[in-house]
């Protein structure tokens, strides 16, 4: 079994700067690919980012290529969101996810953690 904690969720102004942090626990061996999802308020949860742990390729969703920065330290089993020049359209609350194929699939994550409340005030 796998277990995320996310930190770092918070109220920013349009075109300011968050760092999340998914922290990883128990079985990570098991598991290739680490990514980012996130639910906005009357919207379907959507793939935001994920990266190989073994690699460090990375993958995002178009609309936050050039603002967002995936990353991991392996030292401390942990994932990063680098979020710059955030939109008020990403407002949403932020999961991180464990599963063994690296990609956009929801359904290809096995462990979650229980989310991050991102604001971005307009």
């Known amino acids: 079994q796998v277990q995320l904690v996310e930190s770092g969720g918070g109220l920013v102004q349009a075109g300011g700067s968050l760092r999340l942090s998914c922290a990883a626990s128990?079985?990570?061996?098991?598991?290739?690919?680490l990514g980012w999802f996130r639910q906005a308020p009357g919207k379907e949860r959507e793939f935001v980012a994920a990266?190989?742990?073994?690699?460090?390729?990375?993958y995002y969703v178009n609309s936050v290529k050039g603002r967002f920065t995936i990353s991991r330290d392996n030292e401390k089993n942990t994932v990063y969101l680098q979020m710059n020049s955030l939109k008020p359209e990403d407002t949403a609350v932020y999961y991180c996810?464990?599963?063994?194929?690296?990609?956009?699939?929801?359904?290809?994550?096995?462990?979650w953690g229980q989310g991050t409340q991102v604001t971005v005030s307009s």
């Open positions: 128990g079985r990570t061996f098991s598991s290739r690919a």
């Open positions: 990266i190989n742990w073994n690699t460090g390729s990375t």
């Open positions: 996810a464990a599963g063994n194929v690296v990609g956009g699939r929801e359904s290809s994550y096995d462990y």
